[in-house]
């Protein structure tokens, strides 16, 4: 299993069985002897030192032999969509960056290399738990976990990634976005920053009127390859702040070719064209948004704000109720 690997920084790990012994390869090697010990709860590593290295040479030219071994690796986020990506790099699945970690020759991977999974047993099950708590609602508990992991994990770097991210989004979403600013950028920090790290720190910078850093992370997850569609919409949404929204719209029409269901994209597609002057232009921008989803009430809202301000109250109304 690479999973170890790819997700936390951990070493990844192999077994060999063969006439009734099992060799786990990891930092710390493992012999157990199952007809005996089925369960795998008498580690005889120690005890049989030439079995176990015989096991270790004999697992080693079974993957040297085995066919394929130099074909091409695949990155470990390939294909997935971002929603999906999300999802998975908040259960630690995929929480680290691939990159550098992706070979093309199995055997460079033989050696263990990293903390050993089996010695971070404890890290990864608060983790779980706090997302199974942010998913239920109680982000009080989840940050505590979360928190509590991050006291608790003696190398920092990869393995918290996963959960800077995560605590970083709950601190976020609770109103703390100075505190959530310090977890986005931890993780970005630990060289593990997939996803949409740069945009949501690009978020909350917005959020506290640091407009200039905002545009820079924006810019960055572009270079990066990490960008997704609330990237323009930040770097947008920074330009209006900075009064540049002649800019700003070329970002928020951006957001809306890449996702043309996206909720507030049209929303500050039509503030920017009305800033620019070209408030006719912004009624069909939001009717648009509204006949791909009549259920956007941000839209819908912003379209009854603008008929009101062109005096056409009556159809105001009909949007507003």
Known sequence: TLYPRYSY???????????????????????????????????LAADEPDRTERMRGAL?????????????????????DPEQLERLQSLGYLGGSSEGLVTGDEMELFEPEGADPKDRV???NLGARAVILDRDGDREGAERL???????????GAELAAVHGLLGNILAATGRPEEAVEQFRARIE???????????????????GRNDEAIRQAEAAVAEGSAVPDTWLHHGSALVALGR????????????????????????????????????EAGPVLRAALERDPGNLVARRS????????????????HYR
């Open 60 to 80: 080693r030219r079974w993957i040297a032999e085995a066919p394929g071994v130099s074909a091409p690796a695949q990155g470990a986020s390939s294909g997935i």
């Open 146 to 156: 979360l928190r509590q992991v991050i006291s608790l994990a003696p190398d920092g």
């Open 245 to 280: 929204p002649e800019q700003a719209i070329g970002k928020f029409r951006h957001v809306l070719e890449l996702q043309p269901d996206h909720v507030t994209a049209p929303v500050r597609l039509a503030e920017a064209l009305a800033a620019t002057g070209r408030a006719g």
């Open 9 to 43: 920084g951990y070493s990844q790990l192999r077994a060999f069985r063969a006439a009734g012994w099992k060799y786990i390869h990891a930092p710390a090697p493992e012999l157990y002897r199952l007809e005996d010990d089925p369960g795998e709860l008498r580690d």
């Open 122 to 124: 404890e890290l990864m």
């Open 190 to 208: 630990s060289g593990w920053s997939p996803g949409d790290t740069r945009t949501r720190l690009a978020g909350v910078l917005v959020a506290l």
């Open 303 to 318: 379209l009854a704000e603008a008929l009101v301000s062109g005096r056409r109250a009556a159809e105001a109304l009909e």
